[in-house]
Nanobody
């Protein structure tokens, strides 16, 4: 089982940028596709972005297309989420997760989860 740890969250003004990192340990991350999810208070966890094992395929939720970019560096066992033009409604706890599928978007398809990192966007 792979262990995941997110970092990079924080407080940013609307229009600003953050880059989240998801560092894996225990097993090589190149064996898994990785997804980023988020959960705001009182809301269900939702898919944000996903990337295949090689990084050749990516998928995004409509509400982040053109603003967020997912990427990975398998040599560093790390997946990134670059978030630009952040909006107040992007405020949430962001989680990364790993899946043995080629690429996945449903939380049920992911077996390992990080503890989350808080992103707060002030308006």
């Amino acid at each position: 089982q792979v262990q995941l740890v997110e970092s990079g969250g924080g407080l940013v003004q609307a229009g600003g940028s953050l880059r989240l990192s998801c560092l894996a340990s225990g097993r090589t991350l190149s064996s898994y596709c990785v997804g980023w999810f988020r959960q705001a208070p009182g809301k269900e966890r939702e898919f944000v972005a996903g990337i295949s094992r090689s990084g050749g395929s990516t998928d995004y939720a409509d509400f982040v297309k053109g603003r967020f970019t997912i990427s990975r560096d398998n040599a560093k066992n790390t997946v990134y989420l670059q978030m630009n033009n952040l909006k107040f409604e992007d405020t949430a706890v962001y989680y990364c997760a790993s899946s043995s599928r080629f690429i996945a978007t449903r939380p049920a398809d992911f077996g390992s989860w990080g503890q989350g990192t808080q992103v707060t966007v002030s308006s």
